[in-house]
């Protein structure tokens, strides 16, 4: 069974543009989570989307969203790029919205602003 | 509320000898624990988890963590360090809701 993917594995944008990001989860799967990874912060959750429903939101401003379409795919979108968006975003899909469910990762998007 | 620390951002060890990572969390329901591992420009790869049953559990690689209740822990360890262990791990609570915690990482370092 294939896994996570995502793309695109690299992006470079300037501050104030936007950026879309895509993960695909592993077929099946119907909860998908992503996280941004810094050096600074580490890793930080940034919302959950289970059946076209976001479920979860962590806390992080409104310029970053997201959503799930019928097949499970998710995308990311954040608006109004900062240089701190910088960083490694991970996605992550599970077989359903439980806590207890294994999040399998994607290898994720590296993301850097200039 | 769901957190964890890991003590050690670096940890090394020389190949063939005990690994240990630590891991303590703090969780206001019942928590389910991860270890992942992440290689350079890679994602994270799932060790092991506790979510209820046996408090010793065994996962890939040779890997095992035990559940401490009374010592809010949930610690790493594997008998005999390979050089393809060096990686950075990360302990991880859940509980409640589908959102993983995650700990600062330790990065762990084998001497051949």
């Known amino acids: 069974k294939a896994g996570v993917t995502q793309t695109p594995r690299y992006l470079i944008k300037t501050r104030g543009q936007q950026v879309t990001l895509s993960c695909s989860p592993i077929?099946?799967?119907?909860?998908v989570s992503w996280y941004q990874q810094t050096p600074g912060q580490g890793l930080q959750f940034l919302f959950e989307?289970?059946?076209?429903?976001?479920?979860n939101k962590g806390n992080f401003p409104g310029r970053f969203s997201g959503r799930q379409f019928s097949n499970s795919r998710s995308e990311m979108n954040v608006s109004t790029l900062e240089l701190g968006d910088s960083a490694l975003y991970l996605c992550?899909?599970?077989?359903?919205?439980?806590?207890?469910?294994?999040?399998?990762f994607g290898p994720g998007t590296r993301l850097t602003v200039l | 509320a769901q957190s964890v620390t890991q003590l050690g951002s670096h940890v090394s060890v020389s190949e063939g000898a005990l690994v240990l990572l630590r891991c303590n969390y703090s969780?206001?329901?019942?928590?389910?624990l991860f270890w992942y591992v992440q290689y350079p420009n890679q994602g994270l790869q799932l060790l092991l988890k506790?979510?209820?049953?046996?408090?010793l559990v065994k996962g890939i690689n040779g890997f095992e963590a035990e559940f401490k209740k009374s010592e809010t822990s949930f610690h790493l360890t594997k008998p005999s360090a390979h050089m393809s262990d060096a990686a950075e791990y990360f302990c991880?609570?859940?509980?409640?809701?589908?959102?993983?915690?995650f700990g600062t990482g330790t990065r762990l370092t084998v001497i051949p």
């Open positions: 992550a899909s599970s077989l359903d919205s439980s806590s207890r469910d294994t999040q399998y």
């Open positions: 077929s099946g799967h119907r909860s």
């Open positions: 989307y289970f059946s076209e429903t976001q479920r």
């Open positions: 969780s206001s329901v019942p928590p389910y």
């Open positions: 506790y979510t209820t049953g046996a408090t």
């Open positions: 991880a609570v859940s509980g409640g809701a589908n959102n993983l915690f």
